[in-house]
């Protein structure tokens, strides 16, 4: 006796082949023509499937949730019901029985000055993380800071929260501290007292890249960072890849400037002409802009500077921009941030402690343009 019936899972009542008498069609659906859920397109309940199977509804739902043990024959007579009868489990009854929604939000607001393509990667890595927990996510992609994430806490709609495109200042800090649902931020605020976050070390990566050229015996460099408005806005990523940088140009003793640079060619072109006219001394350039990249390297062509030979380039970006074009590159890991964003707040969720602050220790690949 394992599931509190009868140790065949009958009903008492039931005929010996598990089924009501006289309670099914000819072809073993629920109901004759018009009745069962598909033989007019409405949704087959859970009380269909149980007299299908000839078991109680109770039986049914702890097949389905796993929450009891069911003896082998009787979990096979409930599965092949499910499947005849083409039920599916309603998601809202599932989230009222297990308080849980199974569904965390990925907040990402699409701002000026940021590379679309590199943060789908992240989101594509939070999806297929959360898939592996059984957890669903549902994209916020409005720009609508503080009431966006009352409005998403407040619906009951999702267990918890990933956040990204962090600043350093961010409004949305001392909220999550007192929301009831988890969170972990993909991103570190200048104060991350209370909160869950996750990122490469983007101030050891701005480093990393300085110490390369050093070593390579480069005096003067530069760093062609973010657009303008994201440094305005005060997003860590860009400000802690700066930081580092500055820092490491006094450790080894260079001289270096450090410009944000905008996406488009023409603006682009016209950074790096004026960086080549103001500094005639410079070898070394890192690049911290994706969108930016290639045109970087065609500006450089058309005013005649050779890589690595007149100039060398690191950037700080995805493999797949870096390899075609044989850059030395310090990767930006979205699929691992993105899998181990999710992992803290599944963690969370299960009330178990995380570790407040996760830094992804940055690698930095050689290749042909130092």
Known sequence: MTDGHPADGHVPGHGADGHVPGGHGADGSAGGPGEGGHATGRAVTIVEVARHAGVAVSTVSYVLSGKRAISAGTRRRVLDSVRTLGYHPHAGARALASKRANVIALVLPLRAGMHVPVLMRFATSVVTAARHFDHD???????????????AAASALVDGLVLMDVELDDPRVPLLRRLAEPSVLIGFPADSAGVTCVDLDFAAAGELCVAHLAERGHHEVALLGAPS??????????????EGFTAALAEHGLDGTALPCEETFEEVHATVSGLLAARPGLSGLVVHNEAAVNHVLSSLRQLGRKVPQDLAVVAICPDDIA?????????????EVGREAVGLLMEKLAGRTVPAATLLVPRLTVRAST
């Open 137 to 151: 996510v549902l994209l916020l992609t409005a720009d609508e800071g503080l009431d966006g994430l009352r409005r």
């Open 229 to 242: 408005v994201v440094y305005e806005r005060g997003t860590g990523f860009a400000r802690r890849t700066l």
């Open 323 to 335: 390899e075609p074009a044989r850059l030395t590159s310090v990767l930006i890991p979205a699929e």
